[in-house]
């Protein structure tokens, strides 16, 4: 039973860095892509970035280069560090498994999501 | 950017009907179109990836179809947990990009 389970703090201030962590049981993290999407309250889903274990990342340009990836495959984790945070990055953050098929661009299975706040 | 859109924003029905929801592409993205579903305080759940393929243990009331820039998710006939927001999502080309959702809710 594949499952993902976000962590990291729900208020985050204004111009300060969001830090989460995806924590993957009963898949390698050494084995798919790895996402993190985001939807703000009431609105659309919002694909942010991804990783590969190997260090392979991609991320959405509407970050302005704000985001980075990281995969710790000795926790069997991966994590989301997103830089100078207005109010415009509030949102439930899902960590996500890319599908084993093509390069991870569909997403099979999905944490339940955090909230994170941006306010000072 | 390719830009989904979905349409209608809300579809009302009953149990039992046939619902047909559309999305459309800003341009071509082949057959790498996905459908989603999402439920109230819940991510979202994978039933289609690649236009036509149904994602492991989704009913075959579930179908999609289309190619290029028009796809269409029909469920044959609707059962009482499938009222819920649904999106569309391309992998054509990066970023990947999600539609604005249509809401099917009880009639």
């Known amino acids: 039973q594949v499952q993902l389970q976000e962590s990291g703090p729900g208020l985050v201030k204004p111009s300060d860095t969001l830090s989460l962590t995806c924590t993957v049981s009963g898949a390698s993290i050494s084995t798919y892509y790895w996402s993190w999407i985001r939807q703000p309250p009431g609105k659309g889903l919002e694909w942010i970035a991804y990783?590969?274990?190997?260090?392979?990342?991609k991320y959405n340009p509407s970050l302005k280069s704000r985001g980075t990836m990281s995969v710790d495959t000795s926790k069997n984790q991966f994590s989301l560090k997103l830089n100078s945070v207005t109010a415009a990055d509030t949102a439930v953050y899902y960590c996500a498994r890319g599908t084993p098929y093509g390069s991870g661009e569909n997403f099979d299975y999905w944490g339940q999501g955090t909230l994170v706040t941006v306010s000072s | 950017e390719i830009v989904l859109t979905q349409s209608p924003a809300t579809l009302s029905l009953s149990p039992g009907e046939r619902a047909t929801l559309s999305c459309r592409a800003s341009?071509?993205?082949?057959?790498?179109l996905a459908w989603y579903q999402q439920k109230p305080g819940q991510a979202p759940r994978l039933l289609i990836y690649d236009a036509s393929n149904r994602a492991t243990g989704i009913p075959p009331r579930f179908s999609g179809s289309g190619s290029g820039t028009d796809f269409t998710l029909t469920i044959s006939s609707l059962e009482p947990e499938d009222f819920a927001v649904y999106y569309c999502?391309?992998?054509?080309?990066?970023?990947?990009?999600f539609g604005p959702g249509t809401k099917v809710d009880i009639k």
């Open positions: 999502q391309q992998r054509s080309s990066w970023p990947l990009t």
């Open positions: 341009q071509s993205v082949s057959s790498y």
């Open positions: 990783i590969y274990y190997s260090g392979t990342t």
